[in-house]
């Protein structure tokens, strides 16, 4: 089992950064893939970023190229969100996400919320103008 924390959520203005860090316990060395999902008000919870946990390979949705990025730190066990120049329309529930080796599939999307069999609680992410 992994267990899943968020933090680092907040009220910002449009323009500001804000940096999400979620960290993993439990079962850690059998993490795969982690990502980052949204879920804004009234909407279905979508894709943001993942990385490979090993190799730091990184897939970005395309609203988020060149204003976040995702890292990982495997000595900590956790992995951010890198938020800049944000947008009244980034505003919601961030979720962090862990994939175990056993249950990834290289198949599997990274993008797709099935590819993840561990999730966090979600930290708020609220954007103002």
């Known amino acids: 089992q992994v267990q899943l924390v968020e933090s680092g959520g907040g009220l910002v203005q449009a323009g500001d950064s804000l940096r999400l860090s979620c960290v993993a316990s439990?079962?850690?060395?059998?993490?795969?893939?982690m990502a980052w999902f949204q879920q804004a008000p009234g909407k279905e919870r979508e894709f943001v970023a993942a990385?490979?946990?090993?190799?730091?390979?990184?897939n970005y949705a395309d609203s988020k190229k060149g204003r976040f990025t995702i890292s990982r730190d495997n000595t900590k066990n956790t992995v951010y969100l890198q938020m800049n120049s944000l947008k009244l329309e980034d505003t919601a529930i961030y979720y962090c996400?862990?994939?175990?080796?056993?249950?990834?599939?290289?198949?599997?999307?990274?993008?797709?919320?099935?590819?993840?069999?561990?999730w966090g609680q979600g930290t708020q992410v609220t954007v103002s103008s």
């Open positions: 996400a862990a994939a175990s080796r056993a249950y990834y599939r290289i198949s599997y999307d990274p993008a797709g919320e099935y590819a993840y069999n561990y």
């Open positions: 439990g079962s850690t060395g059998s993490i795969y893939h």
């Open positions: 990385v490979t946990w090993s190799g730091g390979s990184t």
